[in-house]
Nanobody
């Protein structure tokens, strides 16, 4: 089993920045991909960004050039630096991890979620 603990959400004005962190513990050797999903009210959960253990990153088009994902293997932590935030970035952000590639249903470890609210 893998446990994921997130931090870093909050309320920010449009154009501001936040950094999310997610630290994994437990059976961390089983992890390949770590990433972030978000769910806005009334919408489906979507993959925002993910990174494999080899360093390959993937982003949803709406956050490219604004968000940056990174991993610190020594700390078993993945970060999401979010710049130029927009109201449409509002939602609950969930850390995700697992043994497979981007967006795989096999990546079934989830954090508890952290709220990000961007005011206009």
């Amino acid at each position: 089993q893998v446990q994921l603990v997130e931090s870093g959400g909050g309320l920010v004005q449009s154009g501001g920045s936040l950094r999310l962190s997610c630290t994994a513990s437990g059976s961390i050797l089983s992890i390949n991909t770590m990433g972030w999903y978000r769910q806005a009210p009334g919408k489906q959960r979507e993959l925002v960004a993910a990174m494999t253990s080899a360093g390959w990153a993937n982003y949803v088009d709406s956050v490219k050039d604004r968000f940056t994902i990174s991993r610190d293997s020594a700390k078993n932590t993945v970060y999401l630096q979010m710049n130029s935030l927009k109201p449409e970035d509002t939602g609950v952000y969930y850390c995700n991890a697992g043994p497979s590639g981007f967006g795989s249903v096999l990546n079934n470890y989830w954090g508890q979620g952290t709220q990000v609210t961007v005011s206009s």
